[in-house]
């Protein structure tokens, strides 16, 4: 069973930063692609960014290309969502997500990640 545990959420002015971190249990953390999705208030899960199990590879939703950056440290069994040029649609609680098909690049759809933390909370305002 894997545990996610994300951090760094908050409330941020347009414009800012935040950096969120998601830790995983297991000792399998590096065959896994991860991924970040958000929903919003009255809105669907969506797909935000997603990192292979080397870190090779990353895809970004088209909203937050050049703003987001993922990236992962597997010694620490954690994966980041650097969050720059925030916008208040970017408000949302954000989850991170792992597919345990190992080696898979996982399609950027909710349905295909087995286990997610427990979200948190970002809130820019404008």
């Known amino acids: 069973q894997v545990q996610l545990v994300e951090s760094g959420g908050g409330l941020v002015q347009a414009g800012g930063s935040l950096r969120l971190s998601c830790a995983a249990s297991g000792d399998t953390f590096s065959s896994y692609t991860m991924g970040w999705f958000r929903q919003a208030p009255g809105k669907e899960r969506e797909f935000v960014a997603a990192i292979s199990w080397s870190g090779r590879n990353t895809r970004y939703a088209d909203s937050v290309k050049g703003r987001f950056t993922i990236s992962r440290d597997n010694a620490k069994n954690t994966v980041y969502l650097q969050m720059n040029s925030l916008k208040p649609e970017d408000t949302g609680v954000y989850y991170c997500?792992?597919?345990?098909?190992?080696?898979?690049?996982?399609?950027?759809?909710?349905?295909?990640?087995?286990?997610w933390g427990q979200g948190t909370q970002v809130t820019v305002s404008s």
């Open positions: 997500a792992l597919d345990r098909a190992r080696f898979r690049w996982t399609m950027p759809v909710p349905s295909e990640y087995d286990y």
